[in-house]
């Protein structure tokens, strides 16, 4: 695209007249577009007296800018009314561009704080605030039509005592949260769901392994496959086996620091806390079976690549991680 004033100005139909450069920038320029009566669209107009806008514009680097724009009055020949012509990307009765108010939105969407960006751009903090609350409309209005993800994350998470939970959708191509509903339930979130636009895209959906999730998913999302989150796997599995644990040694399953320690990876237990658990497991076989399964299943699903070549395999025979993993999962006592 060859650099003319328009990309210059990040405005449509502006010609730069003169431009001084000092701190502010000014810059004064004439609009070039078509203009219409903004009443009846009528193109048949009487030129009348000029008029000048000074607005705010987005800066250059540090420097701030002003934009001078030389415009005209105008007869409508079709409705008989007068006008002020607009310009494009300035909307009437404004002091600044849409590009310098979405330049300050922007920064402070990025934590810029009111006072600092006020100090900076010398507007109000009032003016900031508005601006603010007009950008996140727009972007709330924007995310509304946006279409639903192809990768798909629901989960749950505790919101408010009064409200209870709450259940987030996640953009997970992307690392985005797409949207947050108050609620849990097939009930709660079904008005939501019913209306949720372009659920046809959605390729995978990643849950935990509840059935309530599951159920809504293969109502809503019936050409999505579903996939369970690993780390609910894993807690589930953990839960699990100490449910056996507590079967096999009722007594012991009770003592809190062997239960701590037998939660923790192998790898990150201090010198003195392997020595103690290694005797407890020494004494009960069954135990240590449970425990190196347990820790060479969450080796196992720690790592993204070895499950992608485990799914790749089709869950063959041999087990991807011990055959390659220059460690043992298991403490060396066992061995
Ligand atoms: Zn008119």
Redesign the pocket.
Same mark, same amino acid.
């Given at each position: 695209m060859p650099l003319n004033d328009e990309s210059i100005l990040n405005l449509p139909f502006l010609h730069i007249r003169k431009c001084e450069d000092r701190n502010p920038v000014l810059i004064e320029a004439d609009y070039t577009g078509p203009v219409r009566?903004?009443?009846?669209?009528?193109v048949q107009l009487r030129k009348k007296c000029p008029f000048v806008r000074r607005v705010r514009h987005e800066s250059i680097g540090e420097r701030l800018v002003w934009l001078i724009l030389r415009g005209y009055k105008y007869l $409508?020949r079709? $409705?008989?009314?007068y006008?002020r012509q607009r310009f494009e990307g300035l909307l009437p009765y404004q002091r600044a561009t849409e590009p310098f108010r979405n330049e300050v939105c922007q920064d402070h969407h990025d934590g810029i704080c009111q006072r600092q960006l006020a100090r900076r751009t010398g507007l109000g903090s009032a003016t900031i605030e508005r601006w603010y609350h007009r950008f996140l409309t727009r972007k709330m209005a924007e995310r509304k039509n946006a279409p639903c993800p192809r990768v798909l994350g629901i989960d749950e998470h505790f919101f408010t005592r009064k409200d209870g939970y709450a259940t987030t959708f996640c953009d997970l191509q992307h690392h985005r949260v797409y949207d947050v509903v108050l609620g849990r339930s097939e009930a709660a979130l079904e008005s939501y769901l019913a209306k949720l636009p372009d659920k046809h895209r959605v390729r995978v959906v990643c849950i935990d392994l509840s059935s309530s999730y599951r159920e809504i998913v293969r109502r809503h999302f019936p050409r999505a496959q579903i996939v369970a989150d690993r780390f609910h796997v894993m807690r589930l599995i953990g839960h699990t086996i100490h449910q056996l644990w507590r079967q096999l040694d009722p007594v012991q399953s009770r003592n809190r620091g062997l239960r701590s320690l037998l939660r923790r990876r192998a790898d990150r237990l201090e010198p003195d806390q392997a020595q103690n658990l290694g005797r407890y497991l020494q004494a009960h076989p069954a135990i240590e079976a449970l425990y190196c399964f347990k820790q060479e299943l969450w080796e196992l699903l720690r790592r993204r690549d070895s499950i992608l070549r485990l799914v790749g395999r089709g869950f063959g025979s041999s087990w991807p991680v011990s055959s390659n993993s220059k460690k043992p999962p298991c403490p060396a006592w066992s061995r």
């Open positions: 009566c903004p009443h009846c669209e009528s $409508c079709g $409705c008989g009314r006008f």
